[in-house]
């Protein structure tokens, strides 16, 4: 990394989701650069508040200065807003976590999430993270609305798992990828079982504004696989289809509301 910014920028994605922090010299190492380096980088971050030191440890950790950011600018996103009572009537009915996804230009990442009633295992990723493309429903759910060329575009623009990456049967090449995007397309979902995570499953269903466009967002339940088996997320998929039908006429009714205030309200400024 050869500029500032850039710098700045890994430390902050290296950080991230590292509650325990890292300390410089794992700093200068991944980024490739001498200790001094790092420490200017670091410390110039904790400086701003984006970063903190920790006075026992001496290791860097993610400040929350970044994540109140990001909180911020997600209030701003309508979606997220709007999919909130979608979100709360799926974990209601499927007592699962269900989720929100958002596409943002090249991957999908998690903005928006409910918890379900199910006593026993929970499974909560942290907002903000991007979806993985290649072994994941919502993934799977999302590039389905695209062409293979494009789809194969952005899973290898994200990366295929290392071979110690995710599970066994995660797909790690083109073919065995297309095999599950054309079972997706196909079906109008994305289902997975113990392909990210061992003792996982998920079901997901792309959010279409309008019949032949991509999806704008992924609406997806998850839960242990044990209980959440093919046929049990196929029972569940009228619920979440009619969620994402739903959340997609308010959407497109909230922004077409809002490019008409715009424009009585430039109108009245031009009279």
């Known amino acids: 990394m050869s500029t500032a910014i850039s710098r700045g920028l890994g430390i902050l994605q290296m950080l991230t989701g590292l509650p325990e922090g890292l300390a410089l010299k794992e700093i200068a190492t991944r980024l490739d650069v001498v200790k001094s380096s790092a420490h200017r980088a670091v410390s110039e971050l904790v400086d701003l508040g984006y ?7 001496g290791k860097y950790i993610l400040g929350l200065k970044l994540i109140s950011l990001a909180q911020r600018h997600l209030a701003t996103i309508p979606l997220v807003d709007l999919a909130q009572s979608f979100l709360d009537r799926l974990s209601a009915t ?14 999908l990442v998690w903005v928006a999430k409910r918890e379900g009633s199910k006593s026993g295992l929970r ?6 993270q ?13 590039l389905s609305t695209m062409s293979d060329e494009r789809a194969l575009e952005l899973v ?20 065995e990828y297309l095999a599950l995007l054309h079972e997706a397309r196909d079906l109008g979902f994305g289902y997975v079982a113990d392909l990210f995570e061992v003792g996982v499953a998920a079901i997901a269903v792309p959010v279409i504004l309008r019949p032949g466009e991509e999806a704008v967002g992924v609406l997806n339940l998850c839960g242990p696989s044990a209980r ?8 569940m998929l009228p619920d979440l289809r009619q969620a994402a ?3 997609a006429t308010v959407f497109r009714d909230e922004h077409v509301r809002e490019s008409t ?6 109108g009245s400024v031009d009279a």
């Open 51 to 57: 970063v903190r030191q920790d006075q026992d440890t």
């Open 123 to 128: 499974f909560d990723p942290d907002d903000g």
């Open 94 to 107: 499927s007592g699962e976590l269900s989720r929100l996804s958002i596409v943002d230009e090249s991957t």
């Open 261 to 266: 205030l715009k424009r009585h309200r430039f």
């Open 156 to 175: 290898e623009l994200q990366g295929y798992p290392a071979p110690d990456e995710y599970t066994p049967i995660a797909p790690r090449t083109h073919a």
């Open 130 to 142: 991007e979806v993985k493309l290649s072994c994941s429903a919502s993934g799977l759910a999302w």
């Open 245 to 247: 039908k739903e959340l």
């Open 228 to 235: 959440l088996d093919r046929d049990r997320c196929i029972a």
